[in-house]
């Protein structure tokens, strides 16, 4: 066997077989195990068609008409055994199907988002030029591709092997023996018509291969860009008002359009080759629908064979071609299977390099080095002196994919209701630092310790408004707040935004709903429902007016004096809110100072 053959289905494997020893493997070999006998019942059920033909063409060959009405009778039970076999075979496939899917599906989805794996792999992608392009399209689309198209064709096959296994045996023994004359020398052949069979079968699946090789390819490349098409008109749809406002609809249509010609151009070859592939196809099976007639022919008018032993022939030809000629019937289906299964062990090798980044480069501690209580009061200056950092910084570099360093050596020790601002010029790595610290940044290395998980929240200049509820969104990521909460109606009216309490428990497209600047009021309720350890603020004014950015910060510091507090800006004014002060000097430089309560 092709070492490329075996290193596929090597990767195929190590993909499927995982659903195979789950916890569901119980109820998947007992439906496999169904779905086999039910296949394995309809091959018998046309063993025993195939005899009909015989009996029912000899009577009619015999005029016997009290036979040809019993046998029409008994074709009616054949095919209602065999209907009742062929619902439910199709039946529990779909249902094995479905429940392959579930459990692959919530496998995948475990996988991508665990360890940031989905925000990792973009960074890994950019940093090597290898992109996993959609992976949406792989977990909706591929993983049920593949559990549909697995199932068809591992089916089809056995179904093909037992058939030929069950049929060749009757075509040898109606066959007979045929004598062949070569220079003068005959000889006999016996089961000439399973040979003959075998031969037809072989040279058209040489063929087949032969014309049909490039559509795993271009089926590939055609899932990707499908794909590629249809995320272009889902940021146009996310990003409709931004492309207004800018007038933007030629240059979407320009790269729609760009999009789509790549789709379309590469449809065009898939179709070329897809009709080459079935001008031989339909031939080929064409032919053999003659073929068994022209080859048996001279038994029957020697009359060693009756009309019923020839169309019994045909049928069992017909049987064992099929059964031969699978791979060529099959061969698009093989072709899109083979391009669905290259998609999702690529995607899985690209989850498996984020994750061993993450091992290697895990170097964010969470849980450790809060000792002391949380929520010291700032004004305490000695109880504020003695208690243990919230955040604990340690010889942390940041760099970029390239390798520029944006940060070198750094330490900090930010201890609870301390408020720290991260300051420098544009692209200096100010927000790269606060990825850092979150532990989503794979490039660098050092010792970050924080809070837990659950007591650190992160305020980007863009906040993240799930579809939902707006009372969903002020929650987000899934805290615990009673939905009866009586600070939901109090949280907004402080926030700004109490003309949007009555739509608390409204389903709709907040991001589309709310201003930028209502937005990030949103993000300032959350913080103050959720009540962190540890807050961090990137950008998180950016969109709002002077005034109100007095008002929110002023708010966060009434509402959590205990919460330590980590600030990237711009604005002059923010620096009356901090206690000190790290900037960014270029070439990895940093300085730490503190502020005066004036902010000076």
């Known amino acids: 066997m092709p070492t490329r053959l075996l290193e596929f289905l090597r990767l195929f494997w190590r993909l499927a077989s995982p659903y195979w020893k789950s916890e569901e493997r119980g109820m998947a070999w007992l439906l496999l195990c169904a779905v086999i006998a039910l296949n394995l019942a309809s091959v018998f059920m046309l063993v025993q068609v195939n005899a009909w033909y015989n009996n029912f063409y000899n009577a009619i060959q015999d005029y016997d008409r009290p036979g040809f009405v019993a046998l029409l009778w008994y074709f009616l039970l054949l095919a209602a055994v065999y209907i009742l076999i062929v619902v439910y075979q199709l039946y529990l496939n779909q249902m094995l199907q479905v429940r392959w899917r579930r459990w692959l599906t919530g496998r995948y989805i475990e996988r991508w988002l665990s360890g940031q794996a989905y925000y990792r792999m973009q960074l890994l992608d950019a940093g090597t030029g290898a992109g996993t392009d959609n992976p949406d399209q792989r977990i909706s689309e591929d993983l049920r591709l593949m559990c549909d198209q697995t199932l068809d064709i591992g089916l089809g096959l056995m179904n093909a092997i037992v058939t030929l296994a069950s049929f060749v045996v009757v075509l040898w023994s109606l066959s007979g023996p045929a004598t062949v004359s070569i220079g003068g020398l005959e000889l006999t052949v016996p089961g000439y018509m399973v040979w003959a069979a075998v031969a037809y079968a072989a040279i058209g699946t040489w063929l087949a291969n032969l014309i049909g090789r490039p559509l795993a390819r271009l089926t590939f490349q055609q899932q990707r860009h499908e794909a590629d098409f249809r995320y272009g008109l889902m940021r146009l749809r996310e990003n409709s008002e931004s492309v207004a406002l800018y007038r933007g609809e030629a240059g979407e249509r320009a790269r729609l359009g760009e999009r789509f010609g790549a789709v379309f151009a590469n449809y065009w070859q898939l179709m070329r080759r897809q009709k080459k592939l079935t001008w031989f196809s339909n031939g080929y099976n064409q032919l053999a629908t003659v073929f068994p007639f022209v080859v048996s022919a001279p038994r029957y008018f020697a009359k060693e064979i009756q009309l019923g032993g020839l169309m019994q022939i045909s049928s069992a030809f017909g049987q064992v071609h099929g059964a031969l000629s699978y791979l060529i019937n099959a061969y698009p289906a093989i072709a899109a299977w ?22 290697r480069d895990d170097r964010f501690l969470f849980g450790e080095g809060v000792r002391a209580a949380i929520g010291t009061q700032p004004g305490a200056d000695a109880a504020y002196a003695s208690a243990a950092p919230v955040l604990c910084v340690r010889g942390l570099d940041v760099a970029l994919p390239d390798g520029r360093l944006l940060v070198t050596g750094l330490d900090l020790d930010i201890r609870a209701g301390d408020a720290l601002l991260v300051s420098g010029p544009s692209g200096a790595g100010k927000s790269t630092l606060l990825r850092a610290l979150a532990g989503i940044w794979p490039y660098g290395q050092g010792k970050v310790t924080l809070p837990p998980r659950g007591d650190v929240l992160f305020l980007p200049q863009k906040p993240y408004l799930p579809t939902g509820t707006l009372r969903e969104a002020l929650c987000y990521p899934g805290a615990a707040v009673p939905a009866d909460d009586p600070r939901f109606d109090s949280v907004l009216e402080r926030c700004g935004l109490g003309h949007f309490s009555a739509r608390l428990d409204q389903s709709d497209l907040w991001a589309q709903v ?15 429902l959720l009540e962190p350890t540890l807050l961090f603020l990137d950008e998180a004014t950016s969109a709002l007016d002077e005034q109100s950015e007095e008002t929110l910060h002023g708010l966060l510091l009434q509402a959590l004096p205990g919460t330590t507090i980590v600030s990237v800006g711009h604005r002059h004014t923010l620096q009356r809110w901090h206690r000190s002060r790290l900037s960014f000097m270029g070439h990895g430089r940093w300085k730490l100072a503190p502020l005066s309560p004036e902010g000076q």
Do not use: I, N, P
């Open 514 to 528: 709310l201003s930028g600047g209502e937005q990030q009021r949103v993000a300032f309720a959350r913080a103050l």
């Open 338 to 359: 083979k391009a669905t299964v290259d998609r999702l062990t690529g995607f899985e090798q690209r989850m498996l390099d984020s994750e061993q980044r993450t091992l």
